[in-house]
């Protein structure tokens, strides 16, 4: 199966499926040098874990992290860093009934499309448990982004017509509500809409913003590898998102060039913009702004309620899926897509370091 590497310089390759005995990543290309221990993985991958609260799934799982390789007295060696979480919550025979026939919403008719086989517990591949590698692999990331001043924040910005007010949200206060949403107010009326959802089987969707702070200018490249479209991949590929928006998005079809062209200015002596409809990228390279993105996610495709479908005889049957499953995906998405930007953000700098001849010299000089 091809598709389950991601990156250049940097190169992430996640594996293991949903019910099987683990689920891992495999980081290859990390710089040397940098400490990194057991729990600084561990933190993120607690934000992701599932059984957090009321409106995710119930299935219950440590998702303790094991350092395997790429690590030694503390630091990574440059050689490929794995890193494994076993699964211990596996209700397999929830998924039994799913073997016959195709869930709406949900990769199996495609996966038989393509390999005439599937594994059907959880989804296998599909499932939302193969994003563990992601944020594994993410928290090293953003350890070393942050290292060099740059942060990757991540929030729910809206959960079915619930929107935050993003001109006063405190995304210091994300991980303070159940819905990871940086809006007290807008907390309360999503958790209402979705208990609502849950009396009534169903699931719902939303979005999730991003900010990044401290990105010089000149990451990206021009053509195939511009940097809008190298983060609009990554966030593509997280499984339920549907829609990527960079900047001000899909409003910039409707704005004027005098109103959408962002004004340079000098600012503390250095080039600004006194404007960021761009998203801070221009051109695909970043330009010093803040970078803002914003993800769209697909309601749940699992709910407990009656749905049409067909069986592998081709006959029209009604089904209603049985398992544990999250009624919204966001709050645990959150950290994904954090992690999803630091990785392509990072993998888009360490390739952007033999831009220029000097900075190549200048590099070999220093070891002399």
Same mark, same amino acid.
């Given at each position: 199966?091809?598709? @389950? ?23 290859? /290309?990390?710089?040397?040098? &940098?400490? *990194? ?15 957090? @609260? ?15 390789? /790429? ?6 060696? =440059?050689?490929?860093? #794995? ?6 919550? %596996? ?6 009934? *799913? ?13 038989? #499309? ?13 499932? +939302? ?8 692999? +993410? ?10 001043? *740059? ?29 990871? &949403?940086? $809006? ?18 169903? @699931?719902? !969707? ?7 702070? /401290?990105?010089?200018? !000149? ?27 960079? +900047?001000? !998005?899909?409003?910039? @079809?409707?704005?004027? +060039? ?9 600012? $503390? ?9 761009? !998203? /801070?990228?221009?051109? =695909? ?16 495709? #699992?709910?407990?309620?009656? %749905? ?40 888009? &700098? ?19």
């Amino acid at each position: 199966m091809s598709g @389950s590497s991601f990156g250049n310089v940097l190169k992430i390759t996640t594996w293991g499926e949903s019910h099987g005995a683990a689920v891992g990543v495999v980081i290859d /290309g990390f710089p040397a040098g &940098m400490e *990194i221990c057991e729990e600084d993985i561990q933190k993120y991958l607690d934000l992701r874990k599932p059984g957090q @609260s009321a409106i995710s799934t119930p299935r219950k799982e440590a998702d303790k992290v094991e350092i395997l390789s /790429g690590v030694f007295d503390g630091k990574t060696t =440059g050689t490929p860093i #794995s890193l494994l979480v076993r699964n211990t919550s %596996q209700h397999s025979a929830d998924y039994n009934d *799913i073997a016959t026939y195709y869930r709406p919403g949900h990769a199996d008719y495609t996966f038989d #499309s393509k390999y005439g086989f599937r594994d059907y517990r959880g989804g296998g591949r599909s499932s +939302g448990r193969e994003t563990i590698g992601r944020v594994a692999a +993410g928290a090293l990331c953003l350890k070393l982004l942050e290292q060099m001043g *740059i942060e990757v924040y991540a929030y729910t910005r809206s959960i079915g017509n619930v929107v935050i007010d993003e001109d006063n949200m405190d995304l210091n206060k994300v991980y303070q509500t159940v819905t990871r &949403m940086p $809006d007290e107010e807008a907390d309360k009326k999503a958790i209402a809409l979705i208990e609502e959802c849950k009396k009534n089987l169903d @699931s719902v !969707g939303g979005s999730i913003g991003v900010i990044v702070t /401290g990105t010089p200018a !000149g990451i990206g490249d021009t053509v195939f590898n511009k940097l809008d479209a190298l983060l609009a991949d990554a966030l593509m590929g997280i499984g339920a998102v549907k829609a990527v928006e960079v +900047g001000d !998005g899909i409003k910039v @079809s409707q704005s004027y +060039g005098s109103d959408n062209n962002d004004a340079f200015c000098i600012l $503390d002596g250095k080039v600004s913009k006194k404007t960021n409809h761009s !998203g /801070g990228i221009l051109g =695909g390279m970043s330009d010093g702004s803040d970078i803002i993105l914003r993800a769209y996610f697909k309601p749940t495709p #699992s709910i407990a309620r009656d %749905q049409e479908t067909v069986n592998k005889n081709g006959e029209d049957i009604n089904i209603n899926i049985k398992g544990r499953h999250d009624p919204v995906i966001m709050p645990r998405a959150v950290v994904v897509v954090q992690s999803m930007v630091a990785i392509t953000l990072l993998d888009a &700098m360490l390739l952007n370091m033999s831009a220029k001849a000097d900075n190549v010299i200048r590099f070999y000089k220093s070891i002399d």
